[in-house]
């Protein structure tokens, strides 16, 4: 079955730009979305199709796709972006999420 | 704006069925621009789709749970409803009844907002 992979866990400084990954076969080929999940909350989408962002997101937060690999970018990160980060793309109908990203904020 | 909420049993024994409730506020389920999802998140662990249905009864269930799960709405009462049959101890988890943004390909359908969630215990 389709798999989207993510690194654990990544740390940032406060301040800098942190880079979330997320591949997957032929992932240039779908659109992704990303959600953020702080510990005992639900599931928040941060990006959408790729690269848009809902208006209540900060600017901060932007996303691309290029060859199997999208990605989400957090400029200028803030302690409050300490968080689970997840991809998530569709395959055959059926909605495939990666298995998480650990970000903390240094 | 939108707001979905789980309710239901926190606690089913194994060989039983799980029966969910999410009601639904501030929007209509017959809103023929979304379809109506549940996800699952087991403890310490990553979200997996359940599957959807559309406000006419229309499903899509993930293929390994599709022997397992059904799912129905209740237009008049602003509900839809998850069961899970035969759960064992790897059904337990926290579920999540989440708005799905219906696109005409699929491929650009996305999940927004989620209900706070609900855990389900599955044990003896």
């Known amino acids: 079955s389709y798999a989207l992979t993510q690194p654990p866990s990544l740390s940032v400084s406060a301040g800098q730009t942190a880079t979330i990954p997320c591949s997957g076969d032929?992932?240039?080929?779908?659109?992704a979305s990303w959600y953020q999940q702080k510990p005992g909350q639900s599931p928040v989408l941060v990006i959408y199709?790729?690269?848009k962002r809902p208006s209540r997101i900060p600017d901060r937060f932007s996303g691309s796709n290029t060859g199997n690999t999208v990605t989400l970018t957090i400029s200028g990160t803030q302690a409050l972006d300490e968080a689970d980060y997840f991809c998530?793309?569709?395959?055959?109908?059926?909605?495939?999420f990666g298995g998480g990203t650990r970000l903390t904020v240094l | 704006q939108v707001q979905l909420q789980e309710s239901g049993p926190g606690l089913v024994k194994p060989s039983q069925t799980l029966s969910l409730t999410c009601s639904v506020s501030?929007?209509?389920?017959?809103?023929?621009?979304?379809?109506w999802s549940w996800i699952r998140q087991p403890a310490g662990k990553g979200l997996e789709w359940i599957g959807r249905?559309?406000?006419?009864?229309?499903?899509k269930y993930k293929p390994s749970l599709q022997s397992r799960v059904s799912m129905s709405v209740e237009t008049s009462k602003n509900q839809f409803f998850l069961k899970v049959d035969s759960v064992t101890a790897a059904d337990t988890a926290v579920y999540y009844c989440?708005?799905?943004?219906?696109?005409?390909?699929?491929?650009?359908?996305?999940?927004?907002?989620w209900g706070q969630g609900t855990l389900v215990i599955v044990s003896s």
């Open positions: 501030g929007g209509s389920v017959n809103n023929g621009n979304y379809y």
């Open positions: 199709q790729d690269v």
């Open positions: 989440v708005r799905e943004f219906r696109s005409g390909s699929g491929m650009f359908n996305y999940f927004d907002p």
């Open positions: 032929n992932l240039g080929e779908k659109y």
């Open positions: 998530q793309a569709w395959d055959n109908g059926v909605a495939v």
């Open positions: 249905i559309s406000a006419t009864g229309s499903t």
